[in-house]
């Protein structure tokens, strides 16, 4: 294994770390989408009677926003124990390791991947527990890999934010990104159903092809037409959240 | 004593406004939160049994207007506790002031903050095309049931913050402010809710709460449920203002 490769997986076990040493942190990112889930589905669930809904019931319609919920805690979180790091002046010294800042930044974000498939398990089974079918094996790994890419990208947005305003009170714009990105999709509705000011930020939100993407299984079948512009759209996300990560991470300290 | 309560009412008020992250809970999230349910929900109105309203964004407001007044509760009892993390809470106690006047200025500040935002949310219902059906009376009475609602969850936060004696405690109330949210008809009508919300909503104080803040919205003011919302808000303050001085008082026999 090359050094820098040993960086990346050194700080994604130290970012995983804090899952296993301080398991208080997490619950509140796990239980957040959950609660959504189960309560959403109790408040609105009459709304799969609307005609036009695609679904057969609220729950299966929302098990994928459950779980990129916490694909967006999960990228929050990373940006937060980063502005923490950054308080504590831990970062500091992590700049002196003799390595490319880019080797940094991908060690703190691999982590958010990982990460964002203990909310997004949990969502998950609480779905089939309260009667979501299962979508199939092709469906459920491309949902889970949908939210680790998406997770790396809010880690990215996160970091940026973390690296722009070096304190923890930025906390509240790192989580508004991705709980503005998963919301404002068809969320709680198919597209035909929005209102037309929804439906035209979710046509040029990027998230909502990802979620798109990973709702195959769920509601239809797992079909390319669906599936790339999901790729697509999470590539463009990573092209430009992890430029603008690695634009902070080279300014800092200059 | 009124001097002493509405100074430190200004500095928690400063102190709210100065952090980002206690303002952002305050309005921003449930403002998004409300521009999320109605973007994409707003074609429930025709569900049959849901009840005749003007708009899918009256319905809802009184919804987000609970949520964020629960929100500033959680707010409140997480500023009281990192006062007592960081030592300012013990300095005020030795301070030659009467005790129960640090739990009144909170609270004190508490009260504006609630009106702020329920004048933050019927400018964005106006600014987005709702109205308010009751006219300057009915949002006199939605300003009264959100003030004294927003005193009761304020107490409700501080006397968890004055008990547990850490931020983190506080905070992990925060998905609970959800849980009790949701078994409560404050954003979807009670008869249309899944079971078992529907039963569980039926007990809810906060269902009372929200209904009583909706009824000037969506149409003019009827006594019964804006009495019930003002009866169930004073209930939860009277209640939890005792229990916050019963808390102040546990701390100081132990301090």
Do not use: K
Not at chain 2, 127 to 145: D, M, Q, R
């Amino acid at each position: 294994m090359t050094g820098r490769a040993r960086i990346v997986l050194w700080l994604g076990r130290r970012g995983l770390n804090e899952v296993l040493r301080v398991p208080g942190a997490s619950i509140p990112g796990v239980l957040a989408p959950t609660i959504f889930l189960l309560g959403l589905t109790s408040m609105f669930g009459a709304a799969a009677r609307l005609p036009g809904f695609t679904a057969d019931d609220f729950a299966t319609f929302i098990v994928p926003v459950g779980m990129l919920q916490g694909a967006a805690f999960s990228g929050a979180a990373t940006g937060v124990n980063l502005a923490r790091d950054i308080e504590r002046g831990w970062f500091d010294r992590l700049l002196l390791v003799p390595a490319p800042r880019l080797t940094l930044l991908a060690g703190i974000v691999a982590s958010a991947a990982l990460r964002s498939l203990l909310p997004s398990s949990v969502v998950f089974a609480a779905g089939l527990l309260i009667g979501v079918p299962w979508p199939g094996l092709g469906a459920t790994a491309l949902a889970f890999a949908l939210v680790m890419g998406l997770a790396l990208g809010l880690a990215c947005y996160a970091t940026t934010l973390a690296l722009a305003f070096r304190t923890q009170q930025a906390a509240p714009l790192m989580q508004m990104g991705g709980f503005v990105l998963v919301l404002f999709t068809p969320a709680f509705a198919p597209e035909d159903l929005l209102a037309g000011w929804m439906h035209a930020i979710a046509t040029v939100n990027p998230v909502t092809y990802v979620l798109e993407g990973a709702r195959q299984g769920f509601v239809g079948d797992v079909t390319w037409p669906r599936t790339w512009p999901a790729l697509a759209a999470l590539g463009g996300m990573l092209a430009l959240l992890g430029s603008l990560a690695v634009r902070g991470m080279r300014r800092t300290g200059r | 004593m009124t001097r002493v309560v509405a100074a430190l009412a200004r500095r928690a008020l400063r102190t709210t406004a100065r952090r980002p992250q206690f303002v952002a809970p305050l309005v921003l999230f449930p403002t998004l939160f409300l521009a999320a349910n109605v973007g994409g929900l707003t074609r429930a109105t025709s569900l049959p049994g849901f009840p005749p309203v003007p708009s899918f964004l009256d319905f809802q407001l009184a919804g987000s207007l609970t949520q964020a007044l629960l929100l500033g509760g959680v707010a409140s009892g997480i500023a009281i506790a990192l006062e007592i993390e960081m030592g300012f809470f013990d300095r005020l106690l030795a301070a030659p002031i009467p005790r129960v006047a640090i739990v009144l200025g909170r609270l004190c500040a508490a009260a504006v903050v609630a009106l702020g935002q329920v004048a933050w949310f019927l400018a964005v219902d106006l600014a987005f095309g709702g109205s308010v059906e009751g006219g300057p009376l009915g949002a006199l009475a939605v300003a009264a049931i959100g003030v004294v609602a927003g005193v009761g969850f304020g107490a409700t936060g501080i006397t968890i913050a004055l008990l547990a004696r850490n931020v983190a405690t506080v905070q992990g109330v925060f998905p609970l402010v959800f849980v009790i949210l949701f078994g409560s008809s404050a954003f979807f009508p009670r008869d249309l809710l899944q079971s078992p919300a529907r039963e569980v909503a039926r007990y809810n104080p906060l269902s009372l709460i929200a209904d009583g803040l909706r009824d000037p919205l969506v149409g003019p003011v009827s006594a019964g449920p804006v009495l019930e919302g003002l009866a169930a808000a004073g209930g939860v303050a009277v209640v939890m203002t005792a229990a916050c001085v019963l808390a102040l008082r546990r701390r100081l026999a132990r301090a």
